[in-house]
């Protein structure tokens, strides 16, 4: 069964942290590349940031940039988003997602992903 489960939502107060981890299963990680999708209420989904097949190109929308790390371990078929300094702002439910490609680049368009996870909850929040 093809799954993408996220984890490691929560609260967390301005300025914190959080590690949010994509766990999949019934399909080869090596062959997709992840990103990582957020929704805030009332608002459109918006693209967060996403690795390619082999890890070796990443990209952020702008707001993200120093402030969210993607990254993945195809060994044990999980991803990653790494959130520091966290803002009110970035409060929203946060998805991964996987993209069957043959090249070894990303791109952040919703469309463009396969699979897609149920997504974990942040609410930043004192």
């Known amino acids: 069964q093809v799954q993408l489960v996220e984890s490691g939502g929560g609260l967390v107060q301005p300025g914190g942290s959080l590690r949010l981890a994509c766990a999949t299963s019934?399909?080869?990680?090596?062959?997709?590349?992840i990103g990582w999708f957020r929704q805030a209420p009332g608002k459109e989904r918006e693209g967060v940031a996403c690795?390619?097949?082999?890890?070796?190109?990443?990209y952020y929308t702008d707001d993200m940039k120093g402030r969210f790390t993607i990254s993945r371990d195809n060994a044990k078929n999980t991803a990653f988003l790494q959130m520091n300094s966290l803002r009110p702002e970035d409060t929203a439910v946060y998805y991964c997602?996987?993209?069957?490609?043959?090249?070894?680049?990303?791109?952040?368009?919703?469309?463009?992903?396969?699979?897609w996870g149920q997504g974990t909850q942040v609410t930043v929040s004192s």
């Open positions: 997602a996987a993209d069957f490609t043959v090249s070894n680049l990303c791109v952040l368009q919703a469309g463009v992903y396969d699979l």
């Open positions: 019934g399909f080869t990680l090596d062959y997709y590349a």
């Open positions: 690795i390619s097949r082999r890890d070796s190109n990443t």
